[in-house]
Nanobody, 124 residues
Framework: QVQLVESGGGSVQAGGSLRLSCAAS????????MGWFRQDPGKEREFVVR????????LYADSVKGRFTISRDNAKNTVYLQMNSLKPEDTAVYYC?????????????????WGQGTQVTVSS
C-alpha cells in the first residue's frame, strides 16, 4: 500500500502561481511513477502530468505544457507540481497518483494509488 497526501491547493487570481506537494508513505516511493490528475465536478478525471521513477522523464498534457512543472524528491518521498500562469480553466480538484506499471500511461486506471485531492481555484 502507498498512502498519498496532497497539499498546497488554494485560491489564486489568473496569472498567479501555486505549488502542490504530494507526500507518500508506505512502500518504496522510488518504485512508482507519479502522476497528477485533475477533475471538475461532472467531468472525467483529466491527466495533467507524469514523472518517471527516477524523475528523468516527464510527460505533460498539452493544456499545461510550458506552465506547469513536475518534480520529485525520492529522498523525501514527495512529488511537486509547480503551477505558473494559472488560468480559470485550471480550476479543479488536483489528485496525485502512483503507478507501479512500467507502461507510460495518461489514463486514470493505469494508476494504483490516489490521494484525497486538493482544490485549486483560479479566478479571473
Amino acid at each position: 500500500q502507498v498512502q498519498l497526501v496532497e497539499s498546497g491547493g488554494g485560491s489564486v487570481q489568473a496569472g498567479g502561481s501555486l505549488r502542490l506537494s504530494c507526500a507518500a508513505s508506505g512502500r518504496t516511493f522510488g518504485n512508482y511513477a507519479m502522476g497528477w490528475f485533475r477533475q471538475d465536478p461532472g467531468k472525467e478525471r483529466e491527466f495533467v502530468v507524469r514523472i518517471s521513477r527516477s524523475g528523468s522523464t516527464t510527460l505533460y498534457a498539452d493544456s499545461v505544457k510550458g506552465r506547469f512543472t513536475i518534480s520529485r524528491d525520492n529522498a523525501k518521498n514527495t512529488v511537486y507540481l509547480q503551477m505558473n500562469s494559472l488560468k480559470p480553466e485550471d480550476t479543479a480538484v488536483y489528485y496525485c497518483a502512483a503507478s507501479a506499471s512500467r507502461v507510460v500511461t495518461t489514463i486514470a486506471r493505469g494508476y494504483d494509488y490516489w490521494g484525497q485531492g486538493t482544490q485549486v481555484t483560479v479566478s479571473s
